[in-house]
């Protein structure tokens, strides 16, 4: 007999015979009769095991198995109007291959809670849409790479280098000297440009942030890219590209986990490019004008940016950021020289920045001097700025934090939610 999944018991399979492989997800017991609802990778099922209709200690097993205790189960398909999803398998035979102990997750628990206990929370039916929707878009992501000619490289993890604020780097004992978990590939990426055109990667990318937010975590995966003779403007249509490209890979193989996280798969496919673009300084207008008290120069966190999308139901490139708010690497804007050539990707209804990108700085000097200007020992950079040297080339790229765009794709409340295993200021275990 061939293992079914839940998602494959349909109308076709009725009257047949079909062995089940799952954990108890409900369970009650009457009488002579067992009900028991049962969980697959792909949905749940409800099995009914009747005294008589299977060997008396395959009964017993059902009675006594509480929930979460995997099983195997053969039975006959059958249409029932009362069970979840109109059928149910009536078991011939009822085998448990794991009895669980009481499960510890009832109902009503808090976060905390959940949170120690994630290891088994993941088996959640919301952890197990998001970890498959998370699954969708990076199917999505490297369908349209593929499909552009971009080539998929791996960059290292231990680093000297820090593309993003020092502040936020982990330190780490190297052997004896002291290293840094990367913040971003962007630096090897630009370095394999020279040979491969257009690369990406993605990789796990590590911000020592001490604030508590629901924005960030203190490892998430970071999905990048970077070409050769690419100015910003090419940089913002391929994001949006690839960001149409990955939920539409979201919408065509998870529909009912979106239904089930409460998002409407009709929003997404309404998302198309091009998507607007704002200057940084008309940002400053709008948010003014709406009351907050920002200009020339603040920065956009989280409350700036729910202003600026709540209302929206695309993205929004913000570009041209003031300089003093942006990082050493980005080139200058020849049209107004106190900003970059950057843009900032912000997703709609609030949920705001899913992307950071930008055209890179050519000139050495300017480099060097901004980074002598922060104390940091050219030493480290001297591999970077050599790419200045041997043939340089007017390039962009951009990175996307892959739980950020999870989070808006699955209307989280919280960053935590879209990764199994988050790690935060507060939290290593499990
Ligand atoms: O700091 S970024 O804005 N930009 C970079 O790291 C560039 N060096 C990338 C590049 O051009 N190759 O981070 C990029 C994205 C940002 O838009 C967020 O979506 C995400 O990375 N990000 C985070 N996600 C989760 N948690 C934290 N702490 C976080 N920081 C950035």
Redesign the pocket.
């Known amino acids: 007999m061939r293992r079914a999944y839940n998602r494959h018991l349909s109308k076709d399979l009725v009257g047949k015979q079909v062995q089940l492989r799952g954990w108890l997800y409900r369970t009650r017991s009457s009488g002579g009769i067992v009900f028991a609802v049962v969980r697959d990778s792909t949905g749940i099922m409800q099995v009914t095991v009747k005294k008589g209709s299977v060997p008396d200690e395959d009964f017993d097993s059902a009675v006594k198995a509480g929930i979460e205790s995997s099983v195997e189960i053969d039975g006959e398909l059958a249409e029932d109007k009362r069970a979840p999803g109109g059928f149910e398998v009536r078991a011939k035979r009822f085998q448990v291959a794991g009895l669980s102990e009481p499960f510890p997750i009832t109902e009503y628990q808090s976060t905390e809670l959940l949170l120690d206990l994630r290891h088994l929370w993941i088996r959640s039916r919301e952890q197990t849409a998001v970890s498959k929707v998370k699954a969708a878009i990076l199917m999505g992501a490297r369908k349209w790479f593929e499909e552009n000619d971009y080539i998929e490289v791996t960059p290292p993890i231990i680093t000297a280098v820090a593309?993003?604020d020092s502040t936020t780097l982990f330190q780490i004992k190297y052997f004896d000297r002291i290293a840094y978990l990367s913040?971003?590939?962007?630096f090897y990426?630009e370095s394999l440009i020279f040979s491969l055109d257009k690369v990406y990667s993605l990789t796990p990318?590590f911000?020592a942030?001490k604030s508590r937010t629901p924005?960030?975590?203190a490892e998430?995966w970071?999905l990048?890219m970077?070409a050769a003779w690419m100015d910003n403007e090419e940089n913002m249509r391929v994001q949006e590209e690839l960001v149409a490209a990955m939920l539409d890979k979201a919408v065509e193989k998870c529909p009912d986990e979106l239904k089930l996280l409460k998002r409407d798969p009709a929003t997404l496919k309404r998302i198309r490019p091009p998507f607007d673009r704002m200057k940084y300084e008309e940002a400053m207008d709008y948010l003014q004008k709406r009351g907050l008290d920002v200009s020339w120069g603040s920065d956009l966190g989280a409350i700036e940016e729910r202003e600026l999308t709540k209302d929206r139901d695309m993205p929004v490139f913000v570009v041209n950021y003031p300089k003093e708010l942006k990082p050493f690497y980005m080139k200058e804007n020849p049209e107004d020289p106190r900003t970059y050539k950057n843009s900032?990707l912000l997703a709609p209804e609030g949920f705001g920045?899913?992307?950071?990108?930008?055209e890179r700085e050519t000139d050495n000097a300017r480099m060097i001097a901004w980074l002598e200007d922060k104390g940091e020992s050219l030493d480290n950079y001297k591999w970077y700025l050599d790419l200045r040297r041997y043939g340089s080339v007017p390039h962009s790229?951009?990175?996307?934090?892959i739980?950020?765009i999870v989070t808006w794709i699955c209307k989280l409340d919280h960053?935590r939610d879209a990764t199994p295993y988050p790690r935060t200021v507060a939290r290593v275990y499990p």
């Open positions: 593309p993003e913040q971003s590939a962007q990426l990318s911000r942030e924005r960030h975590l998430y970071h990048e970077e900032d920045e899913i992307i950071g990108g930008s790229g951009f990175g996307l934090g739980e950020r960053i």
